[in-house]
């Protein structure tokens, strides 16, 4: 089971932070709100009454020419990009002295007559007026050439726009209120960690120490805090010990040279060497300094960069489009696809290169040498001006996250011991989950407030704070090597295990298809054909995915270990992620369809990540003793690549045949089927430790 130390702590923070941040923020929101309704109606009336004058302009020039006003024509196709270019106007019109539609557009011309038969247009006045008809607001603009009323053009506004221009401020008020609290979190767990327990954890090193007698040590803090200060006074008393003891150790020589009495100088040898059996002093008044480096020490860091690349999420296919540029050979789906597959294909590539180079160089320096490609593909992804530019600055963005990935792992690995290694991992995996749902949220928030390009340059200005964490915090430990590294005969000895091979192809692969294959590059691009559906909404949809993952993985880990029925779950889990993406095929409406499968991939991933990841010690003890559990998780991890880099292919490759909600489908199908397969196999998990044959012997 992956454990995570800091959950607690990080827990009661979120709750403190949510009491201090949370009444305030709800207060100002409404309040902003409540100003911000009683000036947007009147504003809407001016916007209606210039583009209504405008309106009134064109069409008076066109009668004044000598057209009937009724047999004007192309007023739909005029009064069309009008409508386009202002989402708040529900119609326009037309309509004689009498009441009479004559022209309209964006709405019928039958309710326009039933609703127009009550109300009296007759009167003359030149001046605009406003009726509350239906669920409409109805600004009228009388029409007049040469003095003469000749009929009255209509702007329709929605009564509801406003209210649902406020329900969506609200929405992105709470995303943006949620992601800070996020932030805010992650920043109060850093600073706690950093500089109140993990101090306090080396001062209760180096206490358990000097209660064995052991006063050759003093703890490693130099920060100038309270904490630091009390540290201070802590290694205080113990130099005052050793200067006591130089003090003891002096007076003994001196008894022992200036006393004759044998007996005497015999007790006094005597009394020295009970004192250095029971007590440790540092040699030569030198102290041994203590440190104590842990894995939360990489978290925030690890936490910004992948919130920097998970801003992006929800509208990378979206942009990818927007560059389309064709490539020869390749249909316009696998251009779309190629830059999220090419950017998986170089993670799995540069992965194992990048971990030999983390125990070489150490964590600190591989970090920040994947921070380099990193911000430079990020800043130029926002520049790139076609999709051949783009493929560029992924595989340089892809490049640096590998680095930067196994950076942090090596850390984790340096730092932790055998026995805090999984809870080590527990902190990865919350860092990641939690950018995951920040990233995911806020990035179509941005998208949709400022556009594409200016959100890959703050992903840009986020790696460039995660190199500053880095450089002025980390610590520049030397890397600890585990042992050797494993061979190639290693990795085909684990492909011999049938139970690890069927959990590779039926079950983590899949899995990975589905996530960037669906979630990644149909799901945008799916929702995207909804034109009620805005990059905010979207956002919101994908981070149903992440926020399921993180509430489910804890309570399925803790269920796992005490049921032991590992296997069973991640086939559930992969069934259940199958079935989500079969789910538009059976759902009238495609659009509802596509948002559920996002939910139940979520819950399917949340079902089967951590039991995957349990059963690797049981599967390949073997295996981990004879390579280490550490390299069997990263060849799993390397292998689940293979998913990650088809998903988009795959799916690209399915559009153009079945369209959108069946190439869904059809992925489903395969999903689902390699699921049904792993679950078919599962029963055969119990049947204890691997015997090494090959297939079918």
Not at 589 to 601: E, G, S, Y
Not at 627 to 632: A, R
Request: charged letters at 20%.
């Amino acid at each position: 089971m992956i454990i995570d130390r800091t959950r607690p702590l990080f827990i009661r923070l979120l709750v403190l932070v949510m009491l201090v941040l949370v009444p305030p923020v709800a207060w100002i929101s409404y309040q902003a709100m409540g100003e911000f309704t009683r000036g947007l109606v009147p504003e809407m009336d001016k916007k209606a009454e210039a583009i209504g004058r405008d309106l009134e302009l064109s069409i008076e020039r066109a009668v004044g020419y000598g057209i009937p006003l009724d047999q004007l024509q192309g007023v739909d196709q005029f009064f069309a990009p009008v409508l386009a270019a202002n989402p708040e106007l529900r119609y326009l019109s037309i309509t004689d002295r009498t009441g009479k539609v004559l022209f309209t557009e964006g709405a019928e011309r039958g309710a326009l007559d039933r609703v127009y038969g009550g109300v009296d247009f007759g009167t003359d006045t030149e001046q605009p007026r406003k009726f509350a008809l239906g669920g409409f607001i109805d600004l009228v603009q009388p029409l007049s050439v040469k003095g003469n009323r000749i009929g009255h053009i209509h702007v329709g506004m929605d009564q509801d726009y406003v209210r649902g221009r406020l329900q969506e401020i609200l929405v992105d008020l709470a995303v943006v209120t949620l992601v800070a609290l996020l932030v805010a979190v992650e920043i109060l767990l850093f600073v706690v960690t950093f500089n109140i327990t993990g101090p306090m954890r080396v001062v209760g090193t180096v206490m358990d120490r000097v209660r064995r007698g052991d006063f050759s040590c003093s703890a490693g803090v130099t920060s100038d805090d309270e904490v630091g200060r009390f540290v201070h006074g802590f290694n205080g008393a113990i130099r005052l010990a050793d200067q006591l003891f130089r003090r003891l150790e002096a007076y003994i020589e001196e008894v022992k040279a200036a006393h004759f009495d044998a007996g005497v100088v015999e007790k006094v040898k005597d009394i020295e060497s009970r004192v250095r059996f029971l007590f440790r002093f540092a040699r030569n008044g030198q102290p041994e300094i203590v440190n104590e480096h842990q894995a939360t020490d990489i978290r925030l860091p690890l936490f910004l960069f992948v919130f920097a690349e998970e801003i992006s999420r929800s509208f990378m296919p979206l942009y990818i489009r927007d560059l389309y540029a064709p490539i020869p050979g390749l249909s316009p789906e696998m251009v779309m696809g190629l830059p999220i597959a090419l950017f998986m294909l170089v993670i799995a590539l540069a992965s194992p290169s990048a971990a030999l180079l983390a125990n070489r160089l150490g964590a600190r320096r591989v970090f920040l040498i994947g921070l380099v490609p990193a911000t430079i593909g990020f800043v130029m992804s926002g520049l790139a001006l076609t999709v051949y530019d783009l493929i560029v600055w992924r595989v340089a963005t892809a490049l640096g996250y590998a680095f930067i990935t196994m950076a942090c792992q090596g850390y984790i690995a340096q730092v932790s011991q055998q026995r805090t290694r999984a809870q080590g991992l527990g902190v990865y995996v919350g860092a990641v989950l939690t950018a995951s749902v920040c990233g995911t949220g806020i990035g179509g928030v941005l998208a949709e407030r400022v556009g594409f390009r200016v959100t890959f340059l703050v992903a840009g200005l986020l790696t460039v704070i995660t190199a500053i964490l880095i450089w002025r915090l980390l610590g520049r430990a030397q890397p600890v090597a585990e042992g050797p590294s494993p061979r190639k005969r290693d990795f085909l000895r684990l492909l011999r295990n049938w139970r690890f091979s069927a959990l590779v192809v039926f079950a983590a692969i899949p899995s990975k298809i589905a996530l960037t294959g669906f979630l990644f590059f149909l799901v945008p691009l799916t929702l995207s054909r909804d034109p009620s559906i805005d990059l905010g909404d979207m956002a919101r949809m994908m981070m149903a995915y992440p926020v399921s993952v993180v509430l489910l993985s804890p309570l399925v880990a803790r269920f796992a270990d005490r049921v032991g029925w590992r296997a069973g779950l991640v086939a559930v889990g992969g069934l259940i992620g199958g079935a989500g993406l079969v789910l538009p095929a059976f759902w009238g409406t495609p659009f509802q369809a596509v948002q559920v499968a996002i939910l139940l991939l979520g819950i399917s991933h949340g079902l089967s990540a951590s039991p995957q990841l349990a059963m690797i010690p049981d599967l390949c003890w073997t295996e981990c003793r004879a390579i280490g559990q550490t390299n069997v998780l990263a060849f799993l991890r390397l292998a689940e690549r293979i998913g990650s880099f088809a998903g988009p292919l795959l799916a690209a490759a399915l559009l153009p045949r079945y369209g959108f909600e069946g190439a869904v489908v059809a992925l489903g199908w395969v999903v689902l089927g390699l699921a049904a397969v792993f679950a078919l196999l599962s029963f055969a998990y119990h049947a204890g430790p691997h015997i090494e044959t090959e297939w079918g012997e």
